[in-house]
Nanobody, 115 residues
Framework: QLQLVESGGGLVQPGGSLRLSCAAS????????IGWFRQAPGKEREGVSC????????NYVDSVKGRFAISRDNAKNTAYLQMNNLKPEDTAVYYC????????WGQGIQVTVSS
């Protein structure tokens, strides 16, 4: 079992930054591929970024490349999404996702980019 809790969301102006955290409890975090997804109102959930279990491999959706950075600290059972140069179109509920044998989801956290 793995429980995921996101934090760090909120309201930010365009061009600003936020860092999302995904704290995991339970076993097997070290073996999990971690991803961040987001869902904007009226849109389907989309994958934003993912990171391999040892952190060596990362991937990003084209719309966030060069602005977002995913990382993880297995000693702290935590993954992060650093979001820079935020745009209004980044506004969404962001979800942490883990895949290790089965899939796990966090409850989601709101990120709003607006002036």
């Amino acid at each position: 079992q793995l429980q995921l809790v996101e934090s760090g969301g909120g309201l930010v102006q365009p061009g600003g930054s936020l860092r999302l955290s995904c704290a995991a409890s339970g076993v097997a975090f070290d073996y999990a591929t971690i991803g961040w997804f987001r869902q904007a109102p009226g849109k389907e959930r989309e994958g934003v970024s993912c990171i391999s279990s040892n952190g060596d491999n990362t991937n990003y959706v084209d719309s966030v490349k060069g602005r977002f950075a995913i990382s993880r600290d297995n000693a702290k059972n935590t993954a992060y999404l650093q979001m820079n140069n935020l745009k209004p179109e980044d506004t969404a509920v962001y979800y942490c996702h883990a895949r290790v044998g089965r899939e796990y989801w966090g409850q989601g956290i709101q990120v709003t980019v607006s002036s």
